[in-house]
């Protein structure tokens, strides 16, 4: 079984990234949707607020499931046993930006594939 994993600040989660989500479970047999703490980022809501929405808005998935971490995402990546990262694109900026992060990644926990899916518009 593969366990993919989403990451994100998601504040808040938007229908983009849920988009992101309905095109990972077509892929994989579990998606986690990890809404992360990023250290540089002012969030509008608190962790436990934004996971509380990703689980209302996504709960009805039966395949997907939403935890939150201030850790790093390659390990809890690992904890869970999932094997990719999924990363969602809006656009040529997303892109380059993301690339930069997968290359991050791979550098962290080279047994850990990261997929960019493009979001609906």
Do not use: W
Not at 58 to 70: E, I, K, L, Y
Not at 110 to 116: G, S
């Amino acid at each position: 079984m593969t366990i993919a994993l989403y990451a994100g600040t998601f504040d808040p989660l938007t229908l983009g990234h849920v988009s992101v989500v309905r095109e990972a479970v077509r892929l994989f047999a579990h998606v986690r949707v990890l809404v992360a703490v990023h250290p540089e980022k002012e969030p509008l809501f608190s962790l436990d607020e934004r996971v509380s929405i990703a689980r209302e808005v996504v709960g009805a998935m039966p395949t997907v499931s939403c935890d939150g971490t201030a850790g790093m995402v390659v390990d809890y990546a690992r904890a869970i046993g999932a094997t990719v990262l999924v990363r969602g694109l809006r656009g040529a900026a997303d892109a380059a930006y993301e690339t930069r992060l997968a290359q991050a990644n791979r550098e962290l926990g080279r047994e850990i594939l990261t997929v960019m899916l493009p979001a609906e518009p």
